[in-house]
């Protein structure tokens, strides 16, 4: 308000070095603050007179323009796009080549702001010649310039195929991998993101992950003392999982699947999402890939999810988990049932709190077609016992309905249903007389001997 802007800009010129680095650090420190400042630095023309001499400049002014550019272009694609524009890039190439790693670590913090922001952007980044230059910067001693040169190849693969196979061509999955066990815990949060967004576009860009031999170092990372190492390994894990049958079945044979299900048990919040997502994709391929979670105990934890968890999309996610290991066969369904997650279900169903993505992901489970689907499958009928307890009276007479319908024919079912008590409950029922509810009940009623019933 003062227009301290315009006061700074010919100081960027000013003949004593000291004078220059500290009106761009005073801009940058501006520009930083909101996206309004950002925006008056960029009406007031000072972008070109910012990068006009940073060859020529010594190592703090190229730190401290480096840090205008990237607290400009933090802000949205558009003030990114304007330091696009006024050929910013090709001065932060040349700050990425400087002998000194804060001006390398303060280029390339630049370029991930800008790169962040979308595809075209991104592609800017690359065609300027900046990723093979990042590569290096990861192989260079100083952890802090690691760090910030992983993450802006993570933002740059981010976008698409053609962006994370430009990162890929430049050699950097070899060096990436190399970097999962290393002890600082903030470089190993970027190094799993930037193969995450690698992985996650193809299959082609999986294996190559895959083929880096991250497995089962990267499995570690799931015990890690660092939430978002725990997080980020699992989200690598997942981002591998989803795209085939093989390479979910080589996640299992490396002892992934137990190795989240732990991570799942051993953590809370949104750092489960990604183990439980992961579980999810390799149960969904295949009968057999299904089977290996439920072998490696899956279900408890993901049932534990549903009750422990109070966002909506975590347990949206565990439900969905679920229904991938339940729907290929009756033995799959017998699993999922007899984990008492049915009532869990349906007070999720019930709940008017609840999300609709969630109401729908737990509906597979609990209205009259999915009941039937279970007890199509599955004739474990004390895992819908519960479900005549609690179950609104709509849902309880089709569950009473489904019962009357296998009793008659399972005489181990019938056995069963005395003695966890389904029996009695149907007993304690109050059915409108000619009602089908009351058919419901003398059907199954009449399965057994009189004594038995009274």
Not at 3 to 20: A, F, K, T
Not at 275 to 281: E, K, S
Not at 322 to 330: E, M, P, Y
Not at 434 to 443: D, F, R
Request: hydrophobic fraction near 45%.
């Amino acid at each position: 308000n003062s227009g301290i802007v315009c006061l700074l800009r010919p100081l960027l010129l000013d003949v004593i070095p000291s004078i220059r680095q500290t009106a761009a650090l005073a801009l940058g420190r501006l520009a930083d603050y909101d996206v309004e400042l950002a925006e008056a630095i960029v009406k007031a023309g000072i972008l070109p007179q910012l990068i006009c001499s940073l060859p020529e400049e010594n190592r703090y002014y190229k730190k401290a323009a480096a840090f205008v550019l990237r607290a400009i272009a933090k802000h949205s694609p558009q003030l990114a796009q304007a330091i696009v524009q006024c050929g910013a890039l090709e001065m932060l190439v040349i700050c990425l080549e400087d002998f000194d790693p804060g001006v390398k670590e303060g280029a390339s913090w630049a370029f991930g702001c800008i790169a962040r922001q979308n595809a075209e952007l991104s592609q800017a980044v690359v065609d300027a010649g900046a990723v093979p230059l990042l590569v290096l910067c990861i192989q260079e001693p100083e952890i802090a310039l690691k760090r910030i040169a992983a993450s802006t190849l993570s933002d740059i693969s981010k976008h698409s195929p053609e962006l994370a196979q430009t990162v890929v061509d430049a050699g950097a999955i070899a060096h990436l991998a190399q970097m999962i066990l290393n002890p600082d815990a903030k470089l190993k949060r970027q190094v799993l993101s930037a193969l995450s967004q690698i992985a996650k576009h193809s299959v082609d860009l999986a294996e190559l992950v895959v083929e880096a031999e991250i497995f089962p170092v990267v499995l570690t990372c799931l015990k890690d003392s660092d939430e978002y190492v725990k997080k980020n390994g699992a989200t690598l894990i997942r981002e591998i999982a989803k795209h085939t049958p093989e390479l979910s079945q080589f996640i299992v044979n490396s002892g992934g699947v137990a190795a989240v299900i732990d991570c799942i048990g051993s953590c809370k919040g949104t750092v489960r999402l990604p183990g439980i997502m992961t579980l999810g994709y390799v149960a969904a391929h295949s009968e057999n890939l299904s089977m290996a979670v439920i072998v490696s105990k899956g279900i408890s934890p993901l049932c534990a999810c549903l009750i422990e968890e109070h966002e909506d999309h975590i347990k949206a996610a565990a439900a969905w988990a679920l229904g991938q290991i339940g729907r290929h066969t009756a033995e799959h369904a017998r699993h999922v049932a007899i984990a008492n997650v049915l009532p869990t279900l349906l007070d999720i169903y019930v709940d008017t709190r609840s999300s609709e993505d969630l109401k729908m992901k737990a509906s597979r489970f609990v209205t009259k077609k999915a009941l039937k689907d279970i007890l199509q499958k599955c004739t474990y009928l004390p895992a819908l016992e519960p479900l005549l307890h609690e179950a609104p009276h709509n849902i309880m007479k089709h569950v009473i309905g489904q019962f009357s319908k296998v009793l008659p024919h399972d005489s181990k079912a019938r056995r069963l249903f005395v003695i966890s008590g389904g029996l009695k409950k149907v007993q304690e029922i109050k059915a409108e007389p000619g009602s089908l509810l009351q058919e419901y009940i003398n059907t199954i009623n009449h399965c057994y001997p009189e004594e038995i019933v009274r």
